[in-house]
């Protein structure tokens, strides 16, 4: 089982960059495909970004593809993601979330953080 606790979530305006942080308790986090999941008020959670344990691998969604960067530090047990040319529907409460393997479903992750609001302002 891994900790997560996601950081760096505030009120940004349209056009700002914002980059969130997940900072893993574990010494096993080396071994955990890493994803980046947001929900929106009255909508479901949705799938943003994700990577492999190495690195190697990525996956956006379409409506962040080319804006948001998914990256991580093994070596500090944390995996970000950078978001840049925000706009008003990127606002939601972004959670990390932890699996054993690469996947785009919420429901293939294990253990999830508590989240962080963004909101962008038009």
């Known amino acids: 089982q891994v900790q997560l606790v996601e950081s760096g979530g505030r009120l940004v305006q349209a056009g700002d960059s914002l980059r969130l942080s997940c900072a893993a308790s574990?010494?096993?986090?080396?071994?955990?495909?890493m994803g980046w999941f947001r929900q929106a008020p009255g909508k479901e959670r949705e799938f943003v970004a994700s990577?492999?344990?190495?690195?190697?691998?990525?996956y956006y969604a379409d409506s962040v593809r080319g804006r948001f960067t998914i990256s991580r530090d093994n070596a500090v047990n944390t995996v970000y993601l950078q978001m840049n040319s925000l706009k008003p529907e990127d606002t939601a409460v972004y959670y990390c979330?932890?699996?054993?393997?690469?996947?785009?479903?919420?429901?293939?992750?294990?253990?999830w953080g508590q989240g962080t609001q963004v909101t962008v302002s038009s």
């Open positions: 979330a932890a699996g054993k393997v690469l996947a785009l479903a919420a429901a293939r992750y294990d253990d």
């Open positions: 990577i492999s344990w190495s690195g190697g691998t990525t």
């Open positions: 574990g010494h096993t986090f080396s071994m955990y495909a």
